[in-house]
């Protein structure tokens, strides 16, 4: 049973800077996608930012409203990603959900969840 499990998040002034990480416990199938989904109270879910393991390599997506400020990173061998945030913004303010998903499974798995509130 894979698990995802979260760390960081919290408090943070706009225009300053926070990091997430998650940690994918369990049989992870080698060619993979991990990155991070947010959610806005009465909002739907949106991806932030992902990255995908393929035998030629890693390759990066990101938000518009991301790019330039967010970085995703990823270590392979020990399937962690992690998200830098820089220059935040109120509106980044949102849950953010780590995001696995794997060849061969329809549905993703979700972490549980951190919240990330940037105060204007």
């Known amino acids: 049973q894979v698990q995802l499990v979260e760390s960081g998040g919290g408090l943070v002034q706009a225009g300053g800077s926070l990091g997430l990480s998650c940690v994918a416990s369990g049989s992870v199938a080698s060619r993979n996608t991990m990155g991070w989904y947010r959610q806005e109270e009465g909002k739907e879910r949106e991806l932030v930012a992902i990255n995908t393991i393929t035998p030629r390599g890693n390759t990066s997506h990101y938000a518009d409203s991301v790019k330039g400020r967010f970085t995703i990173s990823r270590a392979r061998d020990e399937n962690l990603v992690e998200l830098e945030m820089n220059t935040v913004k109120p509106e980044d303010t949102a849950v953010y959900y780590c995001?696995?998903?794997?060849?061969?499974?329809?549905?993703?798995?979700w972490g549980q969840g951190t919240q990330v509130t940037v105060s204007s």
């Open positions: 995001y696995l998903r794997v060849a061969g499974r329809r549905d993703p798995y």
